[in-house]
């Protein structure tokens, strides 16, 4: 069983930049296929972003395609999001998943894929 937890939010101006952690314990994240989830007042959790178990197969949804980047650090245990050019349409609390099982070269999008959850990080944008 492995436990997230994000950190990294805040609140910015609309063009900014902000990385988001995932601090992963229990098992190593290497043995989880990763994403980034979000979810907007109102909205429904949405993937923004998803990386295989070995690292290799990258999936972003298309409105933070070129601006955010997905990685994983296995030796510190830890998953990231790099977001650049943040836009107010961005503000959310964004939450990071771990799948526990399937193949070493698949992402997952859906939600209902995955089995462990982080508490979330609220990022605000301001226009």
């Known amino acids: 069983q492995v436990q997230l937890v994000e950190s990294g939010g805040g609140l910015v101006q609309a063009g900014d930049s902000l990385r988001l952690s995932c601090a992963a314990s229990?098992?190593?994240?290497?043995?989880?296929?990763m994403g980034w989830f979000r979810q907007a007042p109102g909205k429904e959790r949405e993937i923004v972003s998803a990386?295989?178990?070995?690292?290799?197969?990258?999936w972003y949804q298309d409105s933070v395609k070129g601006r955010f980047r997905i990685t994983a650090d296995n030796a510190k245990n830890t998953l990231y999001l790099q977001m650049e050019r943040l836009k107010p349409e961005d503000t959310a609390v964004y939450y990071c998943?771990?799948?526990?099982?399937?193949?070493?070269?698949?992402?997952?999008?859906?939600?209902?894929?995955?089995?462990?959850w982080g508490q979330g990080t609220q990022v605000t944008v301001s226009a």
């Open positions: 990386i295989s178990r070995y690292g290799g197969e990258i």
């Open positions: 998943a771990a799948k526990s099982s399937g193949y070493g070269h698949l992402y997952y999008t859906s939600r209902t894929e995955y089995d462990y």
């Open positions: 229990g098992r190593n994240m290497s043995n989880y296929a």
